[in-house]
């Protein structure tokens, strides 16, 4: 199997969760070839969803050492930075995939995710706010822009945002637990407004 197969079979394991394997295959293409560079990335990635974060590090570290343009290695160090609340270096990190891959909407998401919570909220929604016009159906991209409108106490855009996410994923147990605190949160404001 070439390398390439390996990969691609690594990222379906990925993607169906089954992490390990994913891992177990990558370190075979590296024992095949040291410097491919999209297995350390793929060591990266899968080690990321473990939350194992060191390790996750480390192959996206070496992935940049071999290629710095890396869009995808740049993309999940910026994720991993915020994934563990450093925003600054996120922000840094996901600014240089952003000039590597422009446009790309899942560095734009991830981008304005980490700008907005990294204390500049308009610039970090308008970052959003491109990434959902790139892909208007991304369901990701959709309940992190009402995440950060719901911060913004935007209750009436959280909601429309959410209810159009669950159109397009009924099933989407993420979008229908922020609709629900959306609403709460919504509620409880009026309450609020109305006792002032």
Same mark, same amino acid.
């Given at each position: 199997?070439?390398?390439?197969?390996?990969?691609?079979?690594?990222?379906?394991?990925?993607?169906?969760?089954? !992490?390990?394997?994913?891992?177990?295959?990558?370190?075979?293409?590296?024992?095949?070839?040291?410097?491919?560079?999209?297995?350390?990335?793929?060591?990266?990635?899968?080690?990321?969803?473990?939350?194992?974060?060191?390790?996750?590090?480390?192959?996206?570290?070496?992935?940049?050492?071999?290629?710095?343009?890396?869009?995808?290695?740049?993309?999940?160090?910026?994720?991993?930075?915020?994934?563990?609340?450093?925003?600054?270096?996120?922000?840094?990190?996901?600014?240089?995939?952003?000039?590597?891959?422009? !446009? !790309?909407?899942?560095?734009?998401?991830?981008?304005?995710?980490?700008?907005?919570?990294?204390?500049?909220?308009?610039?970090?929604?308008?970052?959003?706010?491109?990434?959902?016009?790139?892909?208007?159906?991304?369901?990701?991209?959709?309940?992190?822009?009402?995440?950060?409108?719901?911060?913004?106490?935007?209750?009436?855009?959280?909601?429309?945002?959410?209810?159009?996410?669950?159109?397009?994923?009924?099933?989407?147990?993420?979008?229908?637990?922020?609709?629900?605190?959306?609403?709460?949160?919504?509620?409880?404001?009026?309450?609020?407004?109305?006792?002032?």
């Amino acid at each position: 199997m070439s390398l390439d197969e390996l990969l691609k079979k690594a990222d379906a394991l990925k993607l169906a969760g089954n !992490h390990e394997e994913a891992i177990a295959l990558a370190n075979k293409m590296l024992i095949s070839d040291l410097d491919y560079v999209e297995a350390y990335e793929e060591l990266g990635d899968n080690y990321l969803s473990l939350r194992e974060y060191e390790k996750s590090m480390k192959a996206l570290n070496y992935a940049l050492k071999l290629k710095p343009t890396s869009a995808n290695a740049l993309y999940l160090l910026g994720f991993l930075y915020s994934s563990i609340g450093d925003f600054e270096k996120s922000v840094q990190t996901l600014e240089t995939a952003n000039k590597v891959q422009p !446009h !790309h909407p899942e560095i734009l998401r991830c981008l304005g995710w980490s700008i907005f919570h990294g204390g500049d909220r308009k610039r970090g929604l308008i970052m959003l706010e491109r990434a959902r016009a790139i892909a208007p159906t991304d369901t990701l991209v959709i309940c992190d822009l009402a995440v950060c409108y719901l911060n913004d106490r935007e209750f009436n855009r959280t909601i429309e945002l959410l209810e159009y996410a669950l159109k397009l994923e009924p099933d989407n147990e993420k979008a229908k637990d922020c609709l629900e605190t959306a609403k709460f949160f919504k509620r409880e404001f009026m309450k609020l407004e109305e006792s002032n």
